[in-house]
């Protein structure tokens, strides 16, 4: 079980980023009700439990936003702004649930961006310091 954590997790240079997988978590982020919607993406914040340094990030899309190939490529666009976005801002010790909107599929890839950065900054889960933008 170990190992397939380590996997889970990859070093970025800022901050181990693991991905959330049990449902137990998401519905613990989801009842903490810290969260942000934003036209493309919708950010649900709350602390890691434990006194862990990681980030953990979790991804869903529902049948609200479209049939399958729709929410794999919204799902497929979440990661790659969080690949983009969370090293440098994500503040360790949280776990972040990002949820799919019908626009997340379709919206420009800079406004995504944006959305992300503004949700962080909303939910007063965006990193202090140099790295933040």
């Known amino acids: 079980m170990a190992e397939r954590q380590e ?24 009842g903490l009700r810290r969260k942000w919607a934003a036209p493309g993406v919708l950010l649900q914040v709350a602390p890691t439990p434990g006194d862990g340094p990681l980030v953990r990030i979790g991804f869903t899309a529902s049948r609200k936003v479209g049939g399958a190939v729709v929410r794999n490529r919204a ?3 979440l990661r790659a702004i969080v690949d983009e976005v969370m090293p440098l801002n994500a503040k360790p010790g949280h776990d972040y649930v990002l ?12 406004l995504l961006l944006d959305d992300l950065r503004q949700a962080l900054k909303r939910t007063g889960a965006l990193r202090a310091g140099e790295g933040a933008a």
Do not use: H, M
């Open 99 to 110: 949820i799919a909107r019908r626009d997340t599929a379709t919206r420009d890839y800079a």
């Open 75 to 77: 799902r497929r666009r």
């Open 7 to 30: 996997r889970d997790i990859r070093d970025t240079g800022r901050s181990q980023i693991a991905r959330l997988k049990n449902r137990a978590d998401f519905l613990r982020v989801a």
